[in-house]
């Protein structure tokens, strides 16, 4: 027998004092679908292209496998992995080291099969297996490391059942999710769970945008497709958060709309095209917006232009911060790289930046992002050792300072492309610039937006911000390698 709480007195006394407030009202929750009674005739549906990978590594002179183990080969490595970066990607090597176990999925009845990179990667002998047993062999249409992707080709002799992209941006938390793959390399197995958040930041990648879900997603399940419940792909599953390397309800896919493009440009070219803009950026906090008098924190503060860059001349400013771009707003500085990374190549937009507490349009251009990656890891290798002299300091900011000589560039190592500026070469550690993180060998170009071209400068300005009674001052750092940022100083 059940009681009915609202016969008890102090119920009544609740349901009348609402009756004579006359003003309060409750309305149901909508309710956009119920939890099926069954998940049987979706996997039922999708299994067919649902595919285990087999991936290893063959020496070709000596016709043997390459004994390496992978990140997250075994627990306790898993673990020191978890320690470290607080995620796991979840392939998996067979007893002897030698072959990775993963998932996939075909998208296209002739034979392509999208997967992981990381499930993939190293390895020259990569196999596909299906659900009734067949095996095939597969040769790699293109790979993007920057967001986990292979896609593989394989040869079969009749069409092979096939799954299609969904829209990720319409799954909503709390929406059912079905996840298949090749868990422990057990085969085939199905797991059901909901979206637990949209949006996750995991730190494995520049354009990390992962949907998190509780269905049960362990080693081996790397790959495999995260359906909804119309049978669409809306996310692949690509890494858990474990200290043991199981499920404990929290895995990660990247999500369908930022997979796809990358996939189409895979099997178009082989390679992926990405929009570059050419500026670095930082995101804004608190204090930055204070010191920009931007109101509240928003927007990619620009700290520094690639002088080779598409952007070089079309009008940019270290200090400009970007609200939006190609009519899209740009909220945080982890917006804009995704942004930009999907917008052709070539293709000129407008982009709205606040300078001086104005907006202002500049149109650029775009260039391709892999293309500068290629020369920046070229001029990185050249770069060059320096003798390491000793140099003239002086003390201002809690930092010991020095003209950007020869001698300091020597020592520090910092390129020539820090043309100008004030050396870093030595830094108090209980003072505001240790808690900003600068440190011997960053550059002060500039300084409230006044650059800085000797110690004397950066005396000067100081205690002029002093006089004036201002609390923080404005720094762009750069460091060795030219990589610049804002930094709200604090003057006390």
């Not at 095996?135 to 967001?147: F, I, M, Q, W, Y």
């Not at 820090?418 to 440190?439: E, F, K, L, R």
């Not at 011997?440 to 000067?460: F, S, T, Y």
Request: aromatic share 4%; no cysteine; proline share 5%.
């Amino acid at each position: 027998m059940t009681a009915d709480l609202t016969k008890t007195p102090a119920a009544g006394r609740l349901l009348a004092a609402f009756a004579f407030a006359g003003a309060l009202s409750f309305a149901a929750p909508a309710v956009a679908g119920h939890a099926p009674d069954s998940f049987a005739d979706l996997a039922a549906a999708v299994t067919p292209a649902v595919v285990n990978i087999s991936a290893t590594q063959v020496d070709e002179e000596k016709g043997a496998d390459a004994r390496k183990l992978p990140p997250g080969a075994s627990p306790d490595q898993m673990f020191d992995e978890f320690m470290k970066r607080h995620r796991h990607r979840h392939g998996e090597r067979d007893g002897r080291g030698s072959t990775s176990l993963g998932s996939g999925f075909v998208i296209d009845p002739s034979g392509i099969v999208v997967t992981n990179n990381h499930v993939i990667e190293g390895d020259n002998d990569i196999e596909v297996i299906f659900t009734d047993g067949t095996k095939l062999k597969a040769k790699v249409v293109g790979v993007d490391a920057k967001v986990d992707l292979a896609v593989l080709r394989v040869k079969p002799s009749k069409p092979l059942a096939a799954v299609k992209f969904g829209d990720s941006e319409k799954i909503r938390v709390g929406d059912w999710v079905l996840a298949v793959g090749n868990p422990f390399a057990l085969g085939g197995s199905v797991t059901a769970g909901i979206i637990s958040a949209k949006g996750r930041n995991i730190d494995s990648g520049p354009y990390d945008n992962f949907l998190q879900t509780d269905a049960a997603i362990n080693k081996g399940n790397s790959g495999g497709p995260l359906f909804d419940m119309a049978g669409e792909v809306v996310g692949i599953n690509t890494a858990i958060l474990s200290p043991s390397g199981g499920s404990i309800g929290i895995g990660f896919a990247t999500p369908s709309n930022t997979a796809k493009p990358a996939i189409e440009q895979l099997i178009a070219f082989g390679e992926t095209r990405r929009g570059w803009l050419g500026v670095r950026i930082q995101n804004v906090d608190d204090a930055i917006a204070d010191s920009l008098g931007l109101g509240k924190a928003r927007g990619a503060l620009i700290d520094g232009i690639d002088e080779n860059g598409p952007s070089a001349h079309a009008g940019f400013k270290p200090g400009d911060v970007i609200v939006s771009f190609d009519g899209k707003a740009v909220d945080d500085a982890r917006e804009l790289p995704k942004i930009v990374a999907l917008t052709p190549v070539g293709k000129q937009v407008d982009v709205v930046v606040i300078r001086d507490g104005r907006e202002l349009t500049r149109k650029v251009a775009l260039g391709r992002l892999e293309e500068h990656d290629a020369k920046a890891e070229q001029a990185k290798k050249e770069q060059a050792e320096k003798p390491a002299p000793q140099e003239q300091k002086t003390h201002a900011l809690g930092m010991d300072i020095a003209a950007l000589s020869d001698a300091v560039r020597g020592k520090f190592q910092i390129r020539d492309g820090v043309q100008t500026g004030v050396a870093v070469v030595g830094v108090d550690g209980d003072s505001p610039a240790a808690d900003q993180h600068i440190s011997p060998g960053d550059v002060i170009l500039e300084i409230n937006r006044r650059p800085m071209k000797a110690p004397r400068d950066v005396v000067a300005e100081a205690g002029a911000l002093k006089a004036e009674g201002r609390k923080t001052a404005l720094l762009l750092i750069a460091n060795a390698q030219g990589q610049a940022r804002f930094v709200a100083l604090a003057l006390n």
